[in-house]
């Protein structure tokens, strides 16, 4: 089964301002993690990783932040856009080098104008 | 650079039909993995190759599906016989294979089994 989960499966997020998406894990032994994008009709698009080293990771206008003590990931999105509008997943890594990712359900996020 | 590109983007068949997909994963890439995705659900991971060998089908459902990639570039995935609950998005994915975790993915082939 799917070790990876997010806490809310909808997420709705008036333009302009921050989002927060979150995600739980399972497996303590997880070294890797990674959110992906997904827009309606399209395949997961990356969108930024980080390993179990770190606590926080930016990039153009995410950051992701791992909270190991809780096994807790989240995303969050500055100045959230129409565009940001779609699925959002967290995945993990539990295996060291064989880089295969256990995806969660994905939160849907919809940007209201 | 190209993407994973995937055909066909739909495909409907009947229960007991047999049905296949094709992906081509971006050039240098030698690692292919090809997905499930059941509505309102993650990506589930039905095969991962490197080049042109297997590294995982464990679950890969094998009385039903096969995949093979000759030649280590492009890949197929084929139902025989689907069923109604094979219903779903398959989706090709490639990365360089060697230190790195992200994938590639292509659009997807949306199977719908009647």
């Known amino acids: 089964g799917e070790s990876v989960g997010l806490h809310l499966p909808t997420l709705s997020v008036q333009e302009g301002d921050n989002s927060i998406i979150n995600c739980a894990y399972s497996n303590s032994a997880s070294d890797y993690f990674i959110w992906y994008k997904q827009e309606s009709g399209k395949g997961p698009q990356f969108i930024i990783d980080?390993?179990?080293?770190?606590d926080k990771r930016q990039g153009q206008r995410v950051t992701v932040l791992l909270n190991k003590t809780v096994k807790h990931l989240s995303l969050q999105i500055a100045a959230t856009q129409p565009g940001d509008s779609a699925v959002y997943f967290c995945a993990e890594s539990y295996k060291s080098y064989d880089y295969k990712l256990s995806f969660g359900a994905g939160t849907t996020v919809t940007v209201r104008a | 650079e190209a993407g994973v590109a995937q055909s066909p983007r739909y495909k409907i068949i009947e229960k007991r039909q047999s049905v296949a997909f094709w992906c081509n994963p971006i050039s240098g890439h030698a690692t292919l993995y090809w997905y499930q995705q059941i509505l309102g659900q993650g990506p589930k991971l039905l095969i991962q190759?490197?080049?042109?060998?297997?590294?995982?089908d464990s679950q890969l459902p094998k009385d039903r599906f096969s995949a093979e990639r000759l030649k280590g570039v492009d890949s197929t995935l084929k139902i025989q016989p689907a069923k109604l609950e094979d219903s779903a998005v398959y989706l090709c994915?490639?990365?360089?294979?060697?230190?790195?975790?992200?994938?590639?993915f292509g659009p997807g082939t949306r199977l719908t089994v009647t």
């Open positions: 190759f490197q080049n042109n060998g297997v590294v995982d």
């Open positions: 994915a490639s990365s360089l294979g060697t230190d790195t975790y992200e994938q590639y």
């Open positions: 980080i390993r179990s080293n770190m």
